[in-house]
Each structure stands twice: as structure tokens, then as C-alpha cells.
Nanobody, 121 residues
Framework: QVQLVESGGGLVQAGGSLRLSCAAS????????MGWYRQAPGKQRELVATITTGGRTNYADSVKGRFTISRDDAKNTVYLQMNSLRPEDTAVYYC???????????????WGQGTQVTVSS
């Protein structure tokens, strides 16, 4: 079993910045990739950014040049630095991990509880 806990969300004015953190814990054997997804009211959950253990990154077109994903493997933690925030970025942001659990002995997608990001105009 793997648990993910997000932090760093909040209310910010347009043009401002926030840094989200997600720490993975539990019986982790290996993490293959981690990422951030978001879901706005009435909309489907969408990919924001992902990063593999090899350091390869992927971003949604809407956040390229504004958001940066990074990770600290020693801490099993992934970060999302969000700059030049827009009202359209308002959503619940969810942390995701593609991981192999030493307890369940299988590879699964794990999700955090989400953290609210609200950008005011």
C-alpha cells in the first residue's frame, strides 16, 4: 500500500505563484513515475505534468513555460512549481504515483486526496 499526501494549495491572485508538494509513504518497492492532475468543477480530470524516475517530464500545453515539475527521490516527493497563475488554473490538484508496493506486490496507480488551488482575477 502507498499513500500520497499533497500540500501547498491555496488562494492566490492572478500572476502569482504556488508550489505544491506530494510525499509518498508506505510499503514502496519502486516508483516508476509521479505526476500532477487537476479537476475543475464540471470538468474531467486532466494531466498537468508528469516526471519519470529517469527525469523525463511531460506537460500539458496549457501550462508549458509556467509550471515546473521536479522530484526528490530520497524523499519520495514530487513538486509542482506554478508561476504566472491564471483563473483558468483554478482546480483541485491531485498527486499521482505509478508505483510497485512491497505489501500488495503489484504495480498500481495511487492517488492523493487533492489540494485546492484557487486563482482570483
Amino acid at each position: 500500500q502507498v499513500q500520497l499526501v499533497e500540500s501547498g494549495g491555496g488562494l492566490v491572485q492572478a500572476g502569482g505563484s504556488l508550489r505544491l508538494s506530494c510525499a509518498a509513504s508506505g510499503r514502496i518497492f519502486s516508483i516508476y513515475a509521479m505526476g500532477w492532475y487537476r479537476q475543475a468543477p464540471g470538468k474531467q480530470r486532466e494531466l498537468v505534468a508528469t516526471i519519470t524516475t529517469g527525469g523525463r517530464t511531460n506537460y500539458a500545453d496549457s501550462v508549458k513555460g509556467r509550471f515546473t515539475i521536479s522530484r526528490d527521490d530520497a524523499k519520495n516527493t514530487v513538486y509542482l512549481q506554478m508561476n504566472s497563475l491564471r483563473p483558468e488554473d483554478t482546480a483541485v490538484y491531485y498527486c499521482n504515483a505509478d508505483a510497485f508496493s512491497s505489501k500488495s506486490l503489484r504495480r498500481d496507480d495511487y492517488w492523493g486526496q487533492g489540494t485546492q488551488v484557487t486563482v482570483s482575477s
